[in-house]
């Protein structure tokens, strides 16, 4: 069995100091010290990370693929990370890649508890690609997001979730919006889902989790990055009957490629369903990233469940078939902005992106 996790960096450098700088990248990922100062003959064998193999790209760069040892993670999110990049990540011409875990860490991390098939159940949508809008601005208050919600709702929307930058602010409090939000969303919809932004240490998390099932919900966005994998990951494992969306604000800025981060990594920590920008929106995502990123995010792995792609980011109902085109029904399209500028007609248009994914489906 494998017990090495391989790492593969893409490294601006030359070709006369590639190899030395691989073996530096394997050291500072490990031991991060000298290794002729290292005598125990277990760690030199055993924990010092190990060049595998280094690939020119022929782009001024080189693929480097290091050998890093599963106990060095001690099977925890945070450790994870900081063994795959932790320090290199401050160097500007390194990126975290992708990864290969083996199945030690698979096992551990567990991937999505409800994943695609789970969220296709609940929106009794088996055929077709699922919808999605987001509940904003911030700003307002809770009876004016709830009124919004049950405007999106209305049209027949499968999820509307919150905005990721609604929290726990003054002018709409966590424990105020969520339920009335809930309830809007119940009255005007019964099928739609409702998914509350999740924010704060992992005291307050637990608590919003409390709060969404008083208010008889199953499923919640959160922020990975600016929560923390280990607390997004604690709350996974806490709540097996919740489905997580997981936004990707904050992912930019780690020099870590978006299909291993918010695919494989979101994934394997435990994500149902996973939000990115889609090519061609307010985003610079390229359709290369975007395709890469929804294979990661789906397709077979091991025994985990495969998660949902969420592409979003100034999408609109024209783009539906195109999108759809694109990705297949294997995918959850998300519209916010585009449905909420609709304003009076809101129901309408909402309904309309419904019966668009539903009937390029079926064509």
Known sequence: MATRIIAI????DSAD???????????????????????DRG????????????????????EVRIGLAVATTGLEPGQLMN?????SSIHADIELHDAEFPDPVLSAFGGPNHGLCGLRARAGAQNRALTCSALKPQGLDAKALADIAARLAAGGLDFIKDDHGLADQSYSPFAERVPAVAEAVRRANPKTGYLPSLSGNLDQLRAQ??????????????????TGLASFHTLVRENPD?????????????HIAPPLLLGKIFRLMGADATVF???????????????????????????LKAGVPVPAGGM???????????????????????????????????????????SAMVA
Request: with cysteine.
């Open 316 to 358: 609109t109902p024209e783009r539906v078939p195109e999108m759809l085109q694109f990705y297949g029904s294997d995918v959850m399209l998300l519209i916010g902005g585009g449905l909420l500028a609709a304003g009076p007609r809101m129901t309408e248009e909402a309904a309309k992106f419904q019966d668009a994914v539903a």
């Open 209 to 226: 989790v409390k709060i969404a099932r008083q208010a008889g919900l199953n499923a919640a966005l959160i922020a990975p990055m600016i």
């Open 9 to 12: 960096y893409h490294v601006k």
């Open 277 to 303: 920008p889609n090519h061609g929106g307010r985003f610079g995502y390229s359709r290369q990233t975007c395709h890469a990123l929804a294979d990661a995010a789906r397709s077979p792995w091991a025994d």
């Open 242 to 254: 919740i489905a997580f969306m997981a936004h990707p604000a904050l992912a930019g800025a780690s």
């Open 43 to 62: 760690v030199l064998d055993d924990i010092v990370g190990k060049v595998e193999d280094i690939k020119d790209l022929h782009d001024g760069g080189f």
């Open 17 to 39: 100091r590639i190899a030395a700088r691989a073996h530096a990248i394997a050291v500072e990922q490990s031991v991060e010290m000298p290794v002729s100062a290292i005598t």
């Open 83 to 87: 063994m795959l990049f932790g320090n």
